[in-house]
Structure formats: structure tokens, C-alpha cells
């Protein structure tokens, strides 16, 4: 299975010297541990991280995973997590290379993708380099009758991709059906925060990550029961304070990690131009 996801993910098509992967690969890959209902599944949301033997940067490099692959985090250990791959190869990974799936573009661009030739026989393709920042789409033939209609069924597609994928710039090259000549070729402005940036968390897991509103972001962690409140509150100041200006409020919430189905909230900490806001035990 990751033999064939590698393969896929830099399968390439010749197009004036840039090269350009077809999105092929289906979202049943994950259905096996979509039944595990284990909150420590998390995902690349890079195009590639270096999986290492031990819990420091300096220490040797064992293996990579790429944008869309997912690990089971084992434990975290002073901020690397150690990691168990989807071939069973274990390793260490700093532990803000690692988030939740909504996190991955790649994920996120197969879905999109499938749903584009589905409905009306789009095909979309990520370029190799700029990955999902520069777009390759082809329509059918029909759709080719117009430059202008061409503009405006594309302009509409980037929207949505920008909606669904990467909020962020993009170029798009609109090839005409059955070759790589292009077409058109345009760039279309994005949000400033689309790059996903996590940091790194000294104890626990990454839960969840809300970016829907580009000047805020929210995280949720599941972290041990053992930890002070005081280090929570000075882990959640940490956190805010690695996050740019451009984001005018960050929200993190902490809790028990094994705690029952109810789970316990530790913290619930909020920062914007007012200052800063939290409760102990006790979340919104």
C-alpha cells in the first residue's frame, strides 16, 4: 500500500519542462483505520518529513513520510513524537510535522479532484514542485467553445479548490483536452495564513486544528493527567506566541488524555489584541 501511494504521489506527465501528478489515488487507502477509533492517528501535512532513529534533529535519518500519509503516534517525548508508519516502521518525527487530517492538502485535493470527474469530467493535476500551489486542469471538450466561459468555469473551480484545498495563492494552466498545450494560464490571490503552522508541543497529542476563519485559529490537545495547571498555562502562552500577528486570535483547549468519554477540560486559553483569557477545568 505504500509502495503504491509513493508511486502515485510522484507519478509525473511531461508539460514544457514541469512536471505534473495526476491525482489518482482514492481515499478508501484509510478505511482499515478509519474503524480504529484511536484519537493519536495524525497526518503529513508537508510535503515531506524526516521520520529519524532518535528524538534529535542530529540523529540518523531512518525513513520519510509524505503529504497525506498518516502514523500512529506512540508517545511524545519533550516535543518529537515516535511514530509508528503504515508499514509498520517506527522512528521519531518532531511533533509539529504532525497534525490532524484536515491539515493535508494532498488529502484534501484527492477528494476535490475525484468530485471534479465525477460531475462534469474536470481532471485536475498537482504540480510535482509547487505541489498543491500551482493547479493543471483539463475540461471536456464541450467547455472549450468560449476563452471567456473558459475564464469564468475556472475562475469559479480555483474558488472552490481555494475553499476546500489551500486558501492560498494559486496558478492555475488550463491544458487543452488530450495534450499538455496550454491554454490559459492564471494566478489568483489567496489568504496570507494558508500555509498550515503548528507548534512544537512538549507533552501529548494535537486533537483537532479549526482554520476556517483565517484570522483565527483553534487547536485542541489531549495531554497527560499529570501535568500542572501552571505549565499548561505557560505551554498555552508558548503556543500563541509562535503563532504570527496576521492571526488576530488563537484558542487552545487541553484535556485528560485518558479520561472517560466525557472528557475533562484542563485548560481553555484565548489570546487576541484585548490579551489573554482562560479558565481552568472548565471550556466554552
Not at 484509510?30 to 508537508?46: A, G, I, Q, R
Not at 491544458?175 to 489567496?190: A, F, R, S, V
Not at 488563537?250 to 489584541?273: A, G, M, N, P, Y
Request: hydrophobic share 35%; proline share 4%.
Amino acid at each position: 500500500m505504500k509502495v503504491i501511494h509513493f508511486f502515485i504521489f510522484f507519478l509525473l506527465f511531461l508539460f514544457a519542462c514541469v512536471s505534473k501528478k495526476k491525482l489518482e489515488l482514492s481515499e478508501t487507502i484509510d478505511s482499515d483505520k478509519e474503524l480504529v477509533t484511536k484519537n493519536n492517528y495524525l497526518w503529513v501535512f508537508k510535503p515531506s518529513v524526516n521520520i529519524r532513529e532518535n528524538d534529535t534533529i542530529n540523529s540518523l535519518l531512518v525513513d520519510q513520510i509524505v503529504d497525506g500519509d498518516s502514523a500512529l503516534v506512540l508517545t511524545n517525548k519533550k516535543g518529537w513524537y515516535h511514530i509508528q508508519t503504515e508499514d509498520n516502521k517506527t522512528g521519531w518525527v518532531r511533533s509539529d510535522l504532525l497534525g490532524p487530517k484536515n491539515l493535508s492538502a494532498f488529502r484534501q485535493a484527492v477528494s476535490f479532484a475525484d468530485s471534479l470527474k465525477e460531475k462534469d469530467k474536470t481532471e485536475l493535476f498537482l504540480d510535482k514542485k509547487l505541489y498543491h500551489k500551482r493547479i493543471y486542469i483539463t475540461y471536456a471538450s464541450a467547455a472549450y467553445h468560449s476563452p471567456k466561459e473558459i475564464e469564468i468555469k475556472t475562475k469559479e473551480l480555483v474558488k472552490k479548490y481555494q475553499e476546500k484545498v489551500y486558501r492560498g495563492e494559486i496558478t492555475v494552466r488550463v491544458l487543452k483536452p488530450g495534450t499538455d498545450e496550454e491554454y490559459l494560464t492564471q494566478t489568483y490571490e489567496g489568504d496570507k495564513n494558508a500555509d498550515p503552522v503548528l507548534p512544537v508541543i512538549p507533552f501529548g497529542f494535537i486533537q483537532s486544528v479549526d482554520r476556517e476563519d483565517p484570522s483565527t485559529i483553534a487547536l485542541s490537545y489531549s495531554i497527560p493527567a499529570e501535568i500542572s495547571n501552571q505549565e499548561l498555562l505557560e505551554t498555552a502562552r508558548h503556543i500563541s506566541s509562535t503563532f504570527p500577528l496576521s492571526y488576530q486570535r488563537v484558542e487552545i483547549s487541553f484535556t485528560d488524555l485518558h479520561s472517560s468519554k466525557d472528557k475533562i477540560c484542563r485548560l481553555w486559553f484565548r489570546e487576541d489584541q484585548r490579551g489573554e483569557e482562560y479558565t481552568f477545568n472548565q471550556c466554552p
